[in-house]
């Protein structure tokens, strides 16, 4: 049972113009949520994230928007550029015995065309 | 963001041999490490929670004593693959953070990964 998921498994955007990645879940017990941004045979890079108490947050270009009632997040990124191409992971988190796991989505691979 | 490095970035091996893979947290202490396997094309999936000074916490499904981890210090935790197969061959990576206390946060950061290919 997959509780996040990200149905687009990739999405071309120009350059310049806005990327939005989506992602879904399920387990109403994430209060945080996540985006990573990986490259091949890379570890994950923490991009921004979300309590579940906001539904907007924005660092630079990158903005977050979390719809609690839908159970859905997004990620903006405006202007794209070609470094943005790469996999985004969408993961939540919840607290338990004293630390926060993550569950991540599948990805969507993002390429930004010049 | 706090840095973490791991050791070997990449491994060969024969079948039936143990793998090691350091995990370091470089400017930070953690008490807490998490150790992820990806296959190709997937998510990363949670192996288990490695806590400073106690036994790890496996996810189900992941056999302990075939992925034995050890947390000896704060800065350091250990992945060994014992009796590695050919399908134990993934990408490891093992993240540091995410602790739950007033000063703390979900974010956790990751090392840059071991792949692992066993002949």
């Known amino acids: 049972d997959q509780q996040v998921k990200q149905n687009s498994p990739s999405l071309s955007v120009q350059e310049g113009r806005i990327s939005i990645l989506n992602c879904d879940y399920t387990?109403?017990?994430?209060?945080?949520f996540l985006w990573y941004k990986k490259y091949p045979a890379e570890g994950p890079t923490f991009l921004i994230s979300i309590s579940s108490i906001k539904d907007k947050n924005e660092d630079g270009r990158f903005t977050v928007f979390l719809n609690k009632s839908a159970k859905h997040l997004s990620l903006h990124i405006v202007p794209s550029q070609p470094g943005d191409s790469a996999v985004y992971f969408c993961a939540a988190a919840y607290s338990g015995a004293g630390s926060y796991q993550l569950t991540f989505g599948k990805g969507t691979k993002l390429s930004v065309i010049p | 963001g706090a840095v973490v490095s791991q050791h070997p970035s990449w491994v060969i091996c024969k079948s039936g041999t143990s793998v090691k893979i350091e995990c370091r947290s470089l400017d930070f202490q953690a008490t807490t490490m998490f150790w992820y396997r990806q296959f190709p094309k997937q998510s990363l999936m949670l192996m288990a929670t490695s806590n400073e000074g106690s036994k790890a916490t496996y996810e189900q499904g992941v056999e302990k004593d075939k992925f034995l981890i050890n947390h000896a210090s704060l800065t350091l935790s250990t992945l060994t693959v014992t009796s590695a197969h050919p399908e134990d061959s993934s990408f490891y990576i093992c993240?540091?953070?995410?602790?739950?206390?007033?000063?703390?946060?979900?974010?956790?950061?990751f090392g840059p990964g071991t792949r692992l290919l066993v002949l």
């Open positions: 993240s540091a953070g995410g602790l739950v206390s007033p000063m703390g946060s979900a974010t956790q950061y």
């Open positions: 387990n109403s017990m994430f209060d945080y």
